[in-house]
């Protein structure tokens, strides 16, 4: 499990140094976070019922990493202009509802059924993935402001 947080942990440290990576282009600072995402949703186990603790320990501490970079991306919106700041909180707020909503699906996960187990996994992986894609976005977005 600690193996699983340091790589979350060294993939957040990409991410922000990505962010701050001025030489490299947007695109290509997104392929990179592409790649790493890829990279560490491969070392995602596969959790049985059994485990489904330790999934949603580990889901959760992702949606950690997810909530630090949202942080960042705000104090980015803070620093821009009065109509981008306008457009940008809005889009964060509905980033923030979906990290809401993910972590009210993982509070029930604790309360599944073997039956219902891989559903359960499924639904929040992927609820996972569309929302760390979508906060790649706004980071490409937020980058543009000024």
């Given at each position: 499990m600690k193996n699983k947080i340091l790589v979350f942990t060294l993939l957040s440290s990409a991410l922000f140094a990505a962010g701050c990576n001025k030489e490299q282009t947007t695109s290509e600072q997104i392929e990179k976070v592409k790649t790493e995402t890829k990279?560490?949703?491969?070392?995602?186990?596969?959790?049985?019922?059994?485990?489904?603790?330790k999934f949603t320990?580990?889901?959760q501490s992702q949606l950690a990493v997810i909530n630090r970079s949202l942080n960042e991306l705000d104090g980015k919106i803070e620093k821009a202009s009065d109509s981008a700041r306008a457009e940008a909180k809005p889009k964060l707020q509905a980033l923030r509802e979906k990290m809401d909503q993910l972590g009210k699906q993982l509070g029930g996960?604790?309360?599944s059924t073997e039956s219902?187990?891989?559903?359960?996994k499924t639904d929040s992986k992927k609820a996972y993935n569309e929302l760390k894609d979508e906060v790649n976005q706004a980071r490409q977005w937020v980058s543009?402001?000024?």
């Open positions: 990279e560490a949703a491969q070392d995602m186990k596969d959790y049985t019922f059994a485990e489904k603790a320990e580990e889901m996960a604790t309360n219902t187990w891989e559903t359960v543009g402001l000024h």
